[in-house]
């Protein structure tokens, strides 16, 4: 089953973002910083979030950007590619997590990899990759002094660095490969995915969005193990915002009822009560998407949109839809909740009643 989807703005309000450390600028260095924090340079503060791989499904990304959602700007530093050597994996960047940095008013630094260690028992490949400092550390002065849209700057990025980024991704891992004696994939892929450049923005969106479409595809005939949920019903949905651009998601779970949608995130633990904190941000960064969604059709048929978000567990006693605070106090008794997991929960209550989701807790088999 496939849906359609428009989105025209994001208003969202957060409430499970973490208590951010406060750097200052004069002693940057992205290499050394936590995976989220608030960076003061000159009075001009901003949340500061890195990906530790181009790719969205390593490393929680989304979590770390949702942690900076609470600030004024957001900036995330993502690198363009990334090889681990040939015994490794070799990943770039997609113009869907572009788009989708640029639809949350995330300002994107994007980088490449200068350093790295000879990993010490896997042959040809590499480990604790590092950034070009001084390369973050210019664009993000480029940012301080920007006045346009997060989705300006990530388009410019793109049309006048990439190039040349890319050029310098190539080289890096070039000399890397002779200091360390490791071997990487071969420039193919890289000339390949420099070319898209040569027509400029529109040829990546494209070859991007190709990726993004097929790996829906494959997402939709996969059930992943940790995913435990009450139906198998998955669905595809395209969302398009007021400029054009398109995201390709897969949903863990839909229900239809008369007129409504229930678009269902699922988060699932196997040995806890909970899912971990960061699964559920993860799942929020859905959360965000899908209560801002109009235009919800299927076969040109409209439906009203009913966001969830699903916490998963054979911990977990029985299903209960948390809608009001008696629904969370029974909920909180009934389970014996930590104080954490209270926490956790309270919160989370609150962020879904201001921004009009549900949240179900449900016992998996």
């Given amino acids: 089953m496939h849906i359609t989807a428009q989105i025209i703005g994001i208003p969202y309000k957060p409430k499970l973002t973490s208590n951010l450390k406060v750097f200052n600028f004069e002693d940057f260095n992205i290499n050394t910083l936590p995976a989220n924090c608030i960076i003061d340079y000159d009075g001009f503060s901003f949340g500061l979030s890195k990906w530790v791989s181009p790719k969205r499904t390593r490393s929680y990304p989304y ?75 210019i664009k993000i002065q480029e940012i301080k002094n920007y006045h346009s849209s997060a989705l300006h700057w990530n388009l410019k990025e793109i049309k006048e660095s990439f190039p040349e980024l890319i050029q310098k991704a190539k080289f890096s891992y070039d000399k890397i490969g002779k200091q360390l004696g490791v071997e990487f994939h071969n420039n193919k892929g890289i000339n390949k995915f420099a070319n898209q450049f040569i027509n400029g923005v529109r040829n990546f969106m494209n070859t991007s969005r190709e990726k993004a479409q097929q790996a829906q595809r494959r997402e939709m005939l996969t059930v992943q193990p940790k995913e435990v949920l009450s139906t198998l019903t998955k669905a595809t949905i395209t969302i398009e915002n007021f400029l054009g651009g398109k995201y390709y998601f897969t949903i863990d779970e839909i229900r239809i009822k008369e007129n409504k949608i229930f678009l269902i995130e699922t988060k699932h633990s196997k040995s806890l009560l909970l899912p971990s904190i960061r699964d559920i941000k993860d799942g929020l960064l859905k959360m965000i998407l899908y209560v801002n969604l109009t235009n919800v059709t299927i076969s040109k048929k409209k439906y009203q949109p009913v966001p969830i978000l699903k916490l998963t567990s054979p911990k977990l006693i029985k299903r209960m839809r948390i809608r009001t605070y008696k629904n969370l106090n029974e909920c909180i008794t009934l389970h014996n909740f930590t104080i954490r997991q209270k926490e956790i929960m309270e919160k989370l209550f609150v962020e879904a009643k201001e921004n009009k989701f549900d949240i179900i807790l449900e016992r998996a088999e």
């Fill in 63 to 137: 979590e770390r950007v949702y942690n900076t959602l609470g600030t004024a700007k957001r900036i995330t530093v993502i690198p363009v590619i990334k090889d681990e050597g040939k015994g490794g994996d070799r990943d770039f960047i997609q113009w869907d997590t572009v788009s989708l940095m640029s639809l949350l008013d995330v300002f994107v630094v994007f980088g490449y990899y200068k350093i790295a260690e000879k990993h010490k028992t896997q042959t040809n490949k590499v480990t604790n990759q590092q950034f070009d400092n001084e390369w973050v550390k």
